[in-house]
């Protein structure tokens, strides 16, 4: 049964850091593409990073703060969260493509300033 569960969000103060894990079973993270996206309230959801084999991109707002990576090994894509604003929070969501999306459950992640 392909499973995608994640964890490490919280509150955390202005200038602060937290990493996100996305753990797959049933799904080999190696040949899929991980995204991260997030949703404050009263916005859409956004697309913030995603990382496909050893390219990474991300989006102009979280640029050389936050990082995407993988490990294989153990099946779980992170996102290192550092240098937090008030305006980072938002539920954030995982996402790994393959013959079809699967979603992460979403986790809280809340600035204080």
């Known amino acids: 049964q392909q499973q995608v569960v994640e964890s490490g969000g919280g509150l955390v103060q202005h200038g602060g850091s937290l990493r996100l894990s996305c753990a797959a079973s049933?799904?080999?993270?190696?040949?899929?593409?991980i995204g991260w996206f997030r949703q404050a309230p009263g916005n859409e959801r956004e697309g913030i990073s995603c990382?496909?084999?050893?390219?990474?991109n991300y989006a102009d707002s979280v640029k050389g703060r936050f990082t995407i990576s993988r490990d294989n090994a153990k099946n779980t894509g992170y996102l290192q969260m550092n240098s937090l604003k008030p305006e980072d929070t938002a539920v954030y969501y995982c996402?790994?493509?393959?013959?079809?999306?699967?979603w992460g459950q979403g986790n809280q992640v809340t600035v204080s300033s």
């Open positions: 990382i496909s084999g050893g390219s990474t």
């Open positions: 049933g799904l080999p993270l190696n040949y899929y593409v």
């Open positions: 996402r790994i493509r393959g013959e079809r999306d699967y």
